[in-house]
């Protein structure tokens, strides 16, 4: 289309431009013959066009040879028709063949350029827009997925084990009341049942298997808004000088094709040489030496100003280049056309220019826009990870040992059924089991520093388990938030696992500094270890982050030892959010 339109506009231009001065009655007949040559230049055009769009890849031999092709075939045309719509004394065929399949080849590869700067900047824009839209929708639709997949556990949890836990305290109270052991067997029971049949596996599934949530982007395709090109023009304002230099050039060569068929070769060689100074150098210079004057002017004005210059440099050149050919063959010919091709030529540079840096403009906010958006994709998965694990925690950890604080408090009533105990153990049971409920619903809340957060792990076995605690000044400054969080969920399990397992009733917890790592040893007067052990939630979380840890028998206690080097626990929710995203 474009290659019909600017050759048009252009051809039309051309011979109003010779004719006005003379205004004879060659005007109409030559415009009728130039619509005409580029109304049956149109089959052609549209043949070339759908033998290109056949290609499977880009050809530009073929597209050379095409742009020559339509120029002949139009020296061709003007041949055949000239004496029908305009019968005057017209130049050789030789002559209108070259002449055309030279222009074609210099003015349509430009304007296939020129076109495509725009239409591939279009075509960006849309890609950067239509990225976003995805990005944004994947990233809302896991969001989403995530909350309803969170809020599926919390109901869970709340259906399965604390409305039956609460159940369990009225009715714990009154068989209490009741002096009815067996009452309280069945109550330390359930609530067993309920850590190791409900709260265990799901706390499980919440730590150590990944979420099926994923962030994928769905195809979504949209129509750049026509319009947008004005970018591209308001860009090209803000350089409207730029990009004289090849097309001075190229003023060069057309000149030297208009003055073939009038001179000698020494006469061309000259006249070309001549051509690179008037349209090449001096344009050149002066567009380098306005270049910073027209980035002052408003958008407009610059836009103006730098018309009005190639207008003048137009002018300059073809005057020139016929005083030269005055000067040399005595008679000059003033061709206004090809100021106006300068002209246009000038215009379309800039925009082809502008189109290309507003292209490398698009591909570095393309790839920034993929950056930033992975890196919200990932901090995202961070982020559901870290809430799953966290409530995963918080069940496995502080439910788990409310629960079986309260059964261990039931079981020592059981054995004694002493009334004057039974407000006591009633208080303690409640304690312990308000102590899980408590814990389920302040999840994810972080206690100050690595003190508080062990002696809050260390609280909940108050009453059931005799816990001391000893942790060095420095292991306490050495350590951050999410670091202090981490090695609490440590002790808690260890803690966990020696009263569940080991039927431990003494616990204590040293933490220290060596060096640049955290060694904590959490020791009991349980049963010890077992001879096979399988890690289970806690112990996989440390094989995942890659800690080490020992449990041996020690004399009369049971010690777990994990040495915890500084940085681990913060960038191991990285890790696995990096290769679940990847």
């Known amino acids: 289309m474009w290659s019909w339109i600017l050759p048009t506009v252009t051809a039309v231009a051309f011979t109003v431009t010779f004719e006005v001065p003379a205004f004879d009655y060659r005007l109409w007949p030559r415009i009728a013959l130039v619509m005409s040559v580029q109304m049956l230049l149109i089959p ?32 061709f045309i003007i041949d ?14 030789s002559y209108q063949l070259a002449l055309n399949a030279t222009y074609a080849l210099l003015t349509l590869p430009f304007i296939a350029i020129v076109v495509d700067a725009v239409r591939r900047y279009r075509s960006l824009r849309a890609q950067v827009r239509d990225e976003a839209l995805r990005w944004e929708h994947a990233l809302s639709d896991a969001e989403a997925a995530f909350v309803r997949e969170y809020a599926e556990y919390r109901d869970k949890v709340d259906t399965e084990v604390m409305a039956r836990v609460i159940d369990l305290q009225d009715e714990i109270a009154a068989r209490a009341r009741e002096a009815a052991g067996a009452g309280a067997v069945t109550g330390a029971d359930e609530l067993r049942r309920l850590s190791a049949e409900v709260v265990r596996p799901l706390s499980h599934e919440l730590i150590l298997e990944t979420t099926s949530i ?21 860009d090209a304002s803000r350089a409207p000088a730029a990009g004289h230099w090849g097309l001075c050039t190229v003023m060069g060569l057309l000149g030297l094709v ?9 006469l061309l060689v000259m006249n070309f040489a001549w051509n690179l100074v008037i349209f090449g150098l ?65 215009a379309l540079t800039v925009v082809a220019l502008a189109g290309f840096r507003r292209q490398q403009d698009l591909q570095i906010e393309l790839s920034d826009l993929l950056v930033r958006q992975e890196a919200l994709a990932s901090r995202l998965m961070m982020r559901i990870d870290r809430d799953r694990r966290e409530l995963g925690l918080v069940l496995h950890g502080s439910v788990q040992a409310g629960l079986t604080r309260a059964a261990i408090a039931l079981d020592r009533w059981g054995d004694t059924l002493d009334v004057a105990e039974l ?7 409640r304690i312990a089991l308000d102590s899980a409920v408590g814990a389920f619903e302040s999840a994810g809340q972080l206690a100050a520093g690595l003190d508080a957060v062990i002696l809050e792990r260390l609280r909940l076995w108050s009453g059931a388990v005799t816990c001391s605690s000893s942790i060095a000044p420095d292991a306490i400054g050495a350590t951050g ?4 969080k981490a090695i609490g969920d440590i002790v808690g399990e260890a803690v966990t696992n020696a009263v569940r397992h080991g039927q431990a009733d003494a616990v204590s917890v040293d933490v220290a500094l060596d060096e640049s790592v955290v060694v904590v040893c959490v020791r009991d007067n349980g049963t010890g270890p077992l001879a096979v052990r399988h890690p289970g939630a806690g112990l996989g979380l440390l094989a995942r982050a890659g800690i080490p840890w020992t449990l041996e028998r020690v004399g009369a206690w049971t010690e777990f030892t994990v040495r915890v080097p500084a940085g681990v626990l913060e960038t191991e929710q990285d890790r696995g959010a990096d290769v679940r995203q990847a």
Do not use: C, H, N
């Open 214 to 234: 994923k962030v994928t982007p769905v195809p979504f395709a949209s129509v750049a808004p026509r319009w947008e090109v004005r970018d591209v023009l308001r």
């Open 258 to 266: 208009g003055l073939s068929p009038y001179g000698s070769i020494p």
């Open 423 to 429: 407000p006591g153990v009633v208080a303690e049971v």
């Open 481 to 484: 938030a999410t670091a202090s």
């Open 80 to 93: 055949g028709l000239a004496p029908v719509i305009e019968p005057i004394a017209r130049d050789a065929l």
């Open 282 to 346: 001096v344009p050149g210079a002066i567009s380098v030496a306005t270049y910073r004057a027209w980035q002052r002017l408003p958008e407009a004005w610059a836009w103006a100003a730098s018309v009005a210059q190639w207008s003048v440099l137009g002018i300059i050149a073809v005057v020139s280049t016929s005083w030269l050919m005055r000067l040399t063959t005595g008679t000059g010919t003033v061709f206004w056309g090809v100021a106006i091709l300068y002209v246009v030529l000038s």
């Open 44 to 75: 052609l055009l549209l043949a070339g066009f759908l033998l290109l769009r056949a290609l499977s890849r880009p050809r530009p031999w073929l597209g050379v040879v095409i742009f020559v092709a339509l120029g002949i075939a139009r020296g």
